[in-house]
């Protein structure tokens, strides 16, 4: 089955840098899609970032466009994303998601409904 685990969370202040990790397994198709989504105490699961495999396209919300980097390691099964420059609103519980593309419907990949499988998440708190 499809496995997902996160890591790379914790505690960093204004302007510092955290690198989340997830570890993908289990896909038994060519090509799928990844993203990273977030959620805050009291807020809506958001999407942050997402990832097509099969052509390496990149989509970011607006919130964090030009902060964040999503990347993949193919041969690791990895994918990374690099969180610059942080504000204390980045602050929530960081998932990562796949999903089928023929299932993800929006360009962005920015639905959370729209993924199959998740990861449990991991912390990032940013604060002075």
């Known amino acids: 089955q499809v496995h997902l685990v996160e890591s790379g969370g914790g505690l960093v202040q204004p302007g510092g840098s955290l690198r989340l990790s997830c570890a993908v397994s289990g896909f038994t198709v060519d090509y799928y899609v990844v993203g990273w989504f977030r959620q805050a105490p009291g807020k809506e699961r958001e999407g942050v970032s997402s990832?097509?495999?099969?052509?390496?396209?990149?989509y970011y919300d607006d919130s964090v466009k030009g902060r964040f980097t999503i990347s993949r390691d193919s041969a690791k099964n990895m994918v990374y994303l690099q969180m610059n420059n942080l504000k204390p609103e980045d602050t929530a519980v960081y998932y990562c998601?796949?999903?089928?593309?023929?299932?993800?419907?929006?360009?962005?990949?920015?639905?959370?409904?729209?993924?199959?499988?998740w990861g449990h998440g991991t912390q990032v708190t940013v604060s002075s």
């Open positions: 990832s097509r495999t099969r052509d390496n396209s990149t």
């Open positions: 998601a796949a999903g089928y593309e023929w299932v993800i419907d929006r360009e962005d990949a920015l639905e959370a409904s729209e993924y199959e499988y």
